[in-house]
C-alpha cells in the first residue's frame, strides 16, 4: 500500500506541463535515434545527456531531466520495431528477433499488423516491467540499506559473473570485453590514494576515460561503419496503420495471452539479473515457437513471433531500471548511462535514494507509466513519418550522425581530446563486434568499474586483506556463491553435455 | 572483373581473431607492467594504488591467451572477416572521419562539419553541388541554434568564426 501512496505522489510530479511535454519530446526523439543506423538507445542517451546539465541545476528539474532521458530510452525500444519490420534491419541489438517474423508479414503486405502488434506487445511488456518495478524496489531498496561494503561488491561480483555466464559470446571474449572496461575505469587519478594509475605521462589522461565517450564510440561510430558493409541503400516495405487494422489487430492479440504472460515473465528476469533486452528476447522467441500450436510456422510471418520478442525486450529493457535505482547497479548499456547521468547531476543511486530522493525516484516511476502511453501514442500515429527518416540515403545520413556524435563526445567535457578518443572506440567497436566480442559488459565495467574497486577494497580493509571476508555471513556469502555458481555455468554446462553424449554413445 | 575482385576476403575471421586476441594481450600486460610499478601489494595500511588493476590485467592476459588458443585450434580458415568491397566502403567512411576530425580540433566543429556532410554527399553520393551545399551549411546552421542559442552549450569554434565574430 505504501508503494501505491508513494507512485499516487510521483504522478502528481510527473503530470506537470513541462513534464509531459518533455515526455513526448523525448519519446519522439527516441524514436528517431531508434530508427537511425547508428545511434540506439544506449548512445542516444549519452549524446543527449550534456544538455540536461544545466536542466538538472534546477529545483526540481533533475526529475524533468530523467523523465526526458528515459523517455528517449522508451523511444528508442519503440524505433526498433519499425525498422525491423519494415526494412529487415534491426535498429537494436534487441529487435533481431523481431525481424524472424516481422519481416515476413511485412512482405505479405500485414506490415500495419506487424507493426500494431509490434508496439502493443511492447507497450504490454513495459507495464508488466513497471508494475514490477513499482512494487519490488522499495522492498529490494529497503533490504539493501543494510548492505556493507563487502555485500555491495558481491552484487557487482554477482552483476558480472551473470554476463560470463549468460551471455551467449565465448565466456572468455566476455572476460576480456569486461576486464578491458575495468582497465579503462582505471586510467586516471585513483580516488582513494590520489595516485596516477596508467596516464603513461601524459596530461590528457589525468581524468580518465569517460565512458559516454566511450559509448558513442562503441555503439555509434562502430555501428555505423558495420552497416556500411550492408551497403548505402536500404529497401524497404511501405508503412501506414489505418484505424482498421489497429483494432483487428487488438482483437486479435489477446488469444496469445501466455506468450504474452511467458514473455513478460522472461523479459522481467532477465532485465533485472543483468541478462539484458537482446538475449531475453531471443529466449522468448524460442520458447514461444516450442510451447506454441503453430509452431513450426514460426518465422514465415505470424503474430505470435512479433509479440514474444517484442514484449520480453520491452519487459527487460524497463526492469533493467530497477536494480540500477535500488543497488546502483544497472541491467543494460543504456541504463548504466543512465545511471552515469544520476552520479554527474550530484544523485547518487542505491537504496538511500529510496530514502533522501523520493520524489526524483517516484516522479521517475510514474513517469515510465505515462511515458509509455505516449510513446504507443506517437508511434501508432507517426509510423510513416518514421520510416521516411530511413529513406533518406545513407550517403546523407551518415555523416550526418558522425558529425553529431564528435559534438555528443565533445560536450561532455568539452575537450577536443575526447572526439578522437571517439574515434579509436569506434574502430575498436567495429572489430569486437566483428569478431563477437560483446560490447555490454564493456560498458557497464567502465561505468561501475570505480564503485566496484571502491567496495572491494573497503571490504579489504576491514578483513585485512583476507577474501573469506565475501562468504562471511549467509547474505554476502550467498551473493558470492550464486556469483561463482554463474561464472563457472558455461563450463558446467559444457561438461554436463559432454558426459551425456559419451553415456548416450555407450 | 572488379565485382568478383569485391567479393574476395581481404582479411580472414581467423587472421583477425588471432590479431585481435593478441592485442588484448598486449593491453593487459601494459595494464599489469603499469600497476606493478605502482605497487600492487598489500602494505601496512591496505591494498596498493595496483592492487586491483594489476589483477584485471593479469585475467585479461590470461583470457586473452584462451581466446588465442580458440582461434587457432578453431580451423574456420575459409571465411572472410571483411571482403574487398566491403572494407573499401568501410574506409571510405572511416578516412575522411579521422581527417574531419583532426580539422575539428584546428578549425573547430561547424566549418570542418560543412565540408564533411558536402564531400560525402558530393561523392559517395553523387548529388549536386547546390544540394551537398545546402544540407551541410543547414546543418551546421541547424547545430548552431540548438547547442549555442537555445541550449548555451558552446562548441569549439576555431579561427573562421572568430573572423565573422560569432566566436
Known amino acids: 500500500m ?14 506537470s506541463f513541462t513534464n509531459i511535454a518533455l515526455m513526448f519530446a523525448g519519446v519522439i526523439l527516441g524514436v528517431i535515434i531508434g530508427v537511425l543506423p547508428g545511434l540506439g538507445g544506449a548512445n542516444g542517451v549519452a549524446i543527449l545527456l550534456p544538455l540536461t546539465f544545466s536542466m538538472a541545476q534546477t529545483p526540481g528539474g533533475q526529475t524533468s531531466a530523467i523523465i526526458l532521458l528515459s523517455c528517449i530510452y522508451w523511444g528508442a525500444l519503440f524505433g526498433g520495431a519499425i525498422t525491423s519490420i519494415l526494412f529487415n534491419i534491426p535498429g537494436e541489438p534487441w529487435s533481431v528477433a523481431t525481424t524472424f517474423d516481422g519481416y515476413p508479414l511485412a512482405q505479405k503486405g500485414r506490415a500495419g499488423t506487424a507493426l500494431t502488434a509490434a508496439f502493443t506487445s511492447s507497450f504490454v511488456g513495459a507495464a508488466v ?3 514490477v518495478i513499482t512494487f519490488l524496489s522499495p522492498i529490494v531498496a529497503e533490504f539493501a540499506l543494510e548492505f556493507g561494503p563487502p555485500e555491495f561488491f558481491g552484487v557487482y561480483l554477482l552483476t558480472f559473473c551473470a554476463f560470463v555466464g549468460m551471455s551467449k559470446e565465448a565466456p572468455f571474449k566476455t572476460i576480456v570485453a569486461m576486464m578491458l572496461g575495468f582497465a579503462l575505469a582505471a586510467v586516471g587519478t585513483d580516488t582513494v590514494t590520489g595516485t596516477l594509475r596508467l596516464t603513461f605521462g601524459t596530461a590528457t589522461l589525468l581524468t580518465g576515460f569517460d565512458f559516454l565517450v566511450a559509448v558513442i564510440g562503441l555503439f555509434g561510430i562502430g555501428e555505423i561503419l558495420l552497416t556500411l558493409e550492408e551497403g548505402l541503400e536500404f529497401k524497404g516495405a511501405s508503412a501506414r496503420i489505418n484505424v482498421k487494422v489497429v483494432f483487428e489487430t487488438w482483437r486479435e492479440l489477446p488469444r496469445y495471452w501466455i506468450t504474452s504472460l511467458r514473455s513478460a515473465t522472461i523479459g522481467c528476469f532477465m532485465g533485472i539479473v543483468p541478462g539484458g533486452a537482446t538475449p531475453a528476447s531471443f529466449m522468448s522467441y524460442g520458447t514461444a515457437m516450442r510451447f506454441s500450436k503453430d509452431g513450426e510456422k514460426f518465422g514465415s510471418g505470424v503474430v505470435e513471433g512479433v509479440v514474444a520478442p517484442e514484449t520480453a525486450a520491452h519487459a527487460a529493457g524497463t526492469s533493467a531500471l530497477l536494480p540500477m535505482l535500488t543497488l546502483g547497479v544497472p541491467g543494460s548499456p543504456t541504463a548504466a548511462v543512465l545511471l552515469g547521468g544520476l552520479l554527474i547531476w550530484g544523485l547518487e543511486p542505491g537504496p538511500l535514494l529510496f530514502v533522501e530522493q523520493k520524489n526524483f525516484v517516484w516522479g521517475l516511476i510514474a513517469s515510465m507509466y505515462l511515458g509509455n502511453v505516449a510513446g504507443l501514442i506517437v508511434v501508432l500515429t507517426c509510423v510513416p513519418l518514421f520510416a521516411a527518416i530511413l529513406r533518406i540515403p545513407f550517403s546523407v545520413i551518415a555523416p550526418i550522425i558522425i558529425v553529431i556524435c564528435a559534438i555528443g563526445s565533445y560536450t561532455v567535457h568539452n575537450a577536443t581530446f ?25 560498458v557497464l565495467a567502465v561505468v561501475l568499474g570505480d564503485r566496484a574497486e571502491a567496495s572491494f577494497r573497503q571490504a579489504m580493509l576491514m578483513s585485512h586483506g583476507d577474501m573469506s571476508i565475501f562468504f562471511s555471513n549467509k547474505l554476502v556469502g550467498g551473493l558470492t556463491s550464486l556469483a561463482l555458481i554463474l561464472l563457472f555455468w558455461p563450463m558446467a554446462s559444457g561438461a554436463v553435455a559432454l558426459l551425456r553424449n559419451r553415456l548416450r554413445r555407450e | 572483373m572488379s565485382e568478383a575482385n569485391d567479393k574476395r576476403a581481404a582479411l580472414g575471421e581467423k587472421t583477425a581473431e588471432l590479431v585481435i586476441a593478441g592485442f588484448t594481450f598486449v593491453l593487459g600486460a601494459i595494464v599489469a607492467f603499469d600497476s606493478w610499478r605502482l605497487g600492487a601489494r598489500w602494505v601496512e595500511d591496505g591494498p596498493q594504488t595496483g592492487y586491483f588493476p594489476f589483477y584485471v590485467g593479469l585475467i585479461i592476459c590470461f583470457a586473452s591467451i584462451v581466446n588465442f588458443v580458440t582461434a587457432l585450434l578453431a580451423g574456420k580458415k575459409g571465411r572472410a572477416f571483411v571482403k574487398v568491397g566491403q572494407l573499401k566502403l568501410v574506409l571510405s567512411v572511416l578516412v575522411p572521419s579521422a581527417v574531419y576530425v583532426g580539422l575539428v580540433g584546428w578549425l573547430g566543429i561547424y566549418v570542418p562539419s560543412i565540408l564533411y556532410i558536402a564531400s560525402f554527399m558530393l561523392w559517395l553520393g553523387k548529388y549536386p553541388w547546390w544540394k551537398a551545399l545546402l544540407v551541410s551549411v543547414g546543418t551546421s546552421v541547424f547545430f548552431y541554434s540548438v547547442f549555442e542559442l537555445w541550449f548555451q552549450v558552446p562548441l569549439p569554434k576555431g579561427p573562421i568564426e572568430s573572423l565573422l565574430g560569432i566566436a
Open chain 1, 2 to 15: 505504501e508503494a501505491l501512496n508513494s507512485l499516487l505522489q510521483g504522478f502528481s510530479v510527473a503530470l
Open chain 1, 129 to 131: 516491467g513497471v508494475i
Open chain 1, 418 to 442: 575526447d572526439i578522437y578518443m571517439m574515434v579509436v572506440f569506434g574502430i575498436i567497436g567495429y572489430l569486437f563486434k566483428k569478431v563477437r566480442y560483446p560490447l555490454a559488459p564493456l
